[in-house]
């Protein structure tokens, strides 16, 4: 079947539209929910377009659509999937290669990839403008490519190492005229903070969440090989399988070609993949086994780099087709590709579990509804999740009404009525306070309920309450 770009845009926005309809779920019940938050609320709050947590790209390109709730997070990131899709199939068809460009709708059937585009998370963007970069880099539009890259650490901080590996490739390539367009995100976020909140245009390295010390790091470490176990989880058999061999293939490729033009075999297909995967992928195994940059060895960062990865395993696809022009082959290996997730495999999707909404979250819905909270009545309320706050439909970040609990380690205020609602799981890791800490004691506790068998929610007030 001949590649038609307005064909395949309109399939792939049909299946990524059928995983937005029928996906309940959050993905992630932390970081998911707060940059929905925080997207959802920089139109009232313009101070957060810029939060340097938040992501400035990611809310700034997501805040239209969260005005219209968490399906407009979702259908946003859906969005964002489908034309990272398409920029996968334009660089098959760019390539030349002989397989068809239609098989880049098999990157929906690697089974978290649809997870997380029905979520808040900036992964989907972050992988969307690497794409993108690495489409305009082979199309030897370098300008554009260095100017689109040049925002990436302003979707994840990942970013400043893909620039890296990028401008490493640019000086191999002679690009020298380009170099300069590297910087350019940089300025306008620079520029766009400074005018909006930050008193200096260095704010983007000063407020960096990832470097500043906060004083305590509750994130651990972990071991050498976790990324590896957790990449096979997400990715499922038959793609990580052919990923894993395509990797072989391309490093026996690069290894042939080395001693013939060194600077052509570093600026190939080949070698362009595999750095732009492994230095985000490697990073961030070195990252959870130290406990650098409060990593937390989520699994999730690796959606990342799945485009790289899935282009990596399509590389494979394409060698086995042009070796032995056998479509048959190659159509029951696809095939393979989309029924798995649905085999109940550790690795695949667990239905119904990964569609349908928390049952965490579920319990937490249950306490708007089992306990008023009248902001107008307190004078400050304190939390510990951000998440629950959301789910209240507070507005926490009109500083003057809302505050994090570990604030009250300065002391109770004496001459205000507080509410005070606190879980488990933030408490501790957010917060840096234990669930039987002291401050506790001090106040009467007017609410419980145990959500998870990990977590409980509990609601305190002062003695003005009386």
């Given at each position: 079947m001949k590649f038609n770009a307005y064909i395949f845009a309109a399939l792939a926005a049909i299946i990524a539209c059928c995983f937005w309809l029928i996906i309940d779920n959050t993905y992630d019940t932390g970081d998911s929910?707060?940059?929905?938050?925080i997207s959802r609320y920089s139109w009232k709050h313009p101070h957060l377009l810029v939060d340097n947590w938040g992501k400035p790209v990611f809310t700034i390109l997501?805040?239209?659509?969260?005005?219209?709730?968490?399906?407009?997070?979702?259908?946003?990131?859906?969005?964002?999937?489908?034309?990272?899709?398409?920029?996968?199939?334009?660089?098959?068809?760019l390539l030349n290669w002989k397989i068809s460009p239609y098989t880049a709708l098999l990157l929906f059937f690697i089974p978290n990839y649809p997870l997380v585009l029905n979520s808040g998370l900036t992964e989907p963007l972050y992988a969307l403008i690497l794409v993108c970069s690495v489409y305009f880099?082979?199309?030897e539009q370098y300008k554009w490519s260095a100017i689109v890259i040049s925002f990436l650490p302003y979707v994840r901080s990942e970013g400043f190492i893909s620039i890296t590996v990028l401008a490493v490739l640019f000086l191999f390539a002679k690009r020298w005229k380009d170099m300069p367009y590297f910087l350019v995100g940089f300025v306008v976020i620079s520029v766009l903070g400074f005018c909006?909140?930050?008193?200096?245009?260095?704010?983007?390295?000063?407020?960096n969440p990832y470097t500043v010390n906060n004083g305590f790091n509750n994130y651990g470490a972990g071991n050498w090989d976790d990324f590896f176990i957790k990449y096979f989880y997400m990715t499922g058999i038959p793609f990580t399988i052919l990923f894993w061999v395509s990797c072989l293939v391309m490093l026996s490729v690069l290894i042939k070609n080395i001693n013939r033009k060194f600077?052509?075999?570093?600026?190939?297909v080949e070698s362009l993949y595999l750095l732009l995967f492994f230095s985000f992928f490697f990073a961030h195994v070195v990252f959870w086994k130290f406990g650098l940059f409060h990593?937390?060895?989520?699994?999730?960062?690796?959606?990342?780099i799945f485009p790289i990865?899935?282009?990596?395993?399509?590389?494979?696809?394409?060698?086995?087709y042009t070796t032995?022009?056998?479509?048959?082959?190659?159509?029951?290996?696809?095939?393979?590709?989309?029924?798995?997730?649905?085999?109940?495999?550790?690795?695949?999707?667990?239905?119904?579990?990964?569609?349908?909404?928390?049952?965490?979250?579920?319990?937490?819905?249950?306490?708007?509804k089992e306990y008023k909270i009248h902001a107008e009545e307190v004078g400050k309320i304190y939390y510990s999740s951000i998440p629950l706050m959301i789910l209240f439909d507070l507005d926490l970040f009109d500083n003057d009404k809302f505050a994090t609990i570990n604030q009250l380690k300065e002391g109770i205020p004496a001459n205000e009525k507080i509410l005070v609602i606190r879980d488990d799981w933030f408490l501790n890791i957010d917060c840096n306070i234990k669930s039987d800490d002291v401050l506790f004691s001090k106040l009467k506790k007017v609410y419980s309920k145990k959500v998870s068998d990990h977590n409980t929610i509990e609601i305190y007030t002062n003695e003005l309450s009386e």
């Open positions: 929910i707060t940059h929905y938050a997501s805040s239209p659509f969260t005005q219209l709730s968490w399906k407009g997070m979702t259908f946003f990131n859906s969005l964002v999937g489908v034309v990272t899709c398409c920029l996968v199939a334009q660089i098959i068809a880099f082979l199309a909006l909140h930050y008193d200096s245009l260095l704010w983007t390295f000063n407020t600077s052509a075999t570093v600026l190939s990593s937390f060895g989520m699994s999730r960062v690796l959606i990342s990865g899935f282009l990596i395993m399509i590389y494979l696809l394409n060698l086995i032995w022009s056998n479509k048959t082959a190659i159509s029951i290996v696809c095939l393979i590709i989309i029924i798995f997730p649905f085999v109940g495999n550790k690795s695949s999707w667990s239905i119904p579990k990964d569609f349908v909404e928390d049952p965490e979250m579920v319990e937490m819905k249950e306490i708007k």
